[in-house]
């Protein structure tokens, strides 16, 4: 049994840390709030702009034209992990690190042996992590995920844009963390450019969409295509960084109490430590007592 002060030493130590994890526990919460505020308020925005132009290509003929519609045989791919800057999330980042190394050693493995599948890395973790194991990381921003503003990603987004534009790429992958509640995030993979558009039968959904368009539909479309791709990767990095903030607070509530339980239990053996010692001593006394009666 550990003597006396070395529990103590534990205790204080453990008693330390738990007050760090309260602390960043309360911080996480109060962080959760705003920027749970700012995915929910942009969602349904990002929902009603992919809603209307699925009715606008329902009725566009020539829209599959496209360059952001269009598909093309993959010879290039470039996958964009959203990760966070900092550490103390639990699986946050490494999930999405292990996805992106799945994609890269099954369903892309050919591109990936011969350099044709790169990863570009949103957040300071992500980017250290897949350094880490080798990968090929085609660009690097860790400012985006702090306080991120649309002004500040759309030179992003139109950079991933103008790639898959210039046909540098054939195909972009989005990999992020979509916010749920503050205790479950759901890791998404999702095909950003070329664009999915979903056919949808007017009678199944109920809704007649009856849209004038000015200036042309044609024109309308060219420029609500890439205006839709802006909003989505904007949402992908809001939803990233509430849940961020969700598993954070989440693992440090765990933390805390963990070091609750630990105290308890060390504490426990410092008492027994300290009875036992105690009784030791009682029995040296009553053992020399006796020594000199006789």
């Not at 550490?87 to 292990?98: E, H, I, P, S």
């Not at 880490?132 to 995920?145: G, H, N």
Request: proline share 3%.
């Amino acid at each position: 049994m550990a003597n006396l002060k070395e529990i103590r030493t534990r205790i204080a130590s453990v008693t330390s840390t738990k007050q760090i994890t309260s602390a960043m526990k309360m911080v996480s919460a109060a962080k959760l709030k705003k920027a749970q505020d700012a995915v929910l308020q942009l969602r349904p925005y990002a929902d009603k702009l992919s809603n209307i132009l699925k009715d606008v290509s329902d009725s566009c003929d020539n829209i599959t034209e496209n360059v952001y519609i269009k598909p093309r045989p993959v010879k290039n791919v470039l996958v964009v992990v959203i990760t966070s800057n900092r550490g103390l999330c639990g699986g946050f980042n490494a999930n999405a690190v292990k996805l992106v190394m799945n994609l890269a050693q099954n369903e892309y493995n050919n591109l990936f042996k011969t350099n044709r599948f790169k990863i570009f890395c949103i957040g300071k973790k992500g980017n250290d992590m897949l350094k880490s194991k080798k990968m090929p990381i085609y660009q690097y921003r860790a400012d985006l995920v702090d306080k991120p503003t649309y002004a500040r990603i759309e030179d992003t987004a139109n950079d991933l844009l103008e790639w898959y534009k210039s046909g540098e790429f054939d195909k972009i992958i989005l990999i992020y963390n979509r916010f749920k509640n503050a205790a479950v995030q759901i890791l998404a993979e999702e095909q950003f450019i070329p664009v999915l558009l979903e056919k949808e039968k007017e009678k199944k959904r109920g809704i007649l969409s009856d849209y004038i368009f000015e200036p042309q539909q044609a024109e309308l479309v060219d420029e609500l295509i890439p205006y839709t791709l802006k909003i989505r990767f904007y949402n992908a990095i809001l939803d990233s960084l509430a849940s961020e903030h969700g598993a954070r607070m989440t693992a440090m509530h765990k933390a805390t109490d963990n070091a609750s339980e630990l105290i308890k239990e060390l504490t426990l053996s410092y008492n027994k430590a300290r009875q036992a010692t105690i009784t030791g001593e009682i029995l040296e006394i009553v053992g020399g007592a006796e020594a000199l009666k006789g």
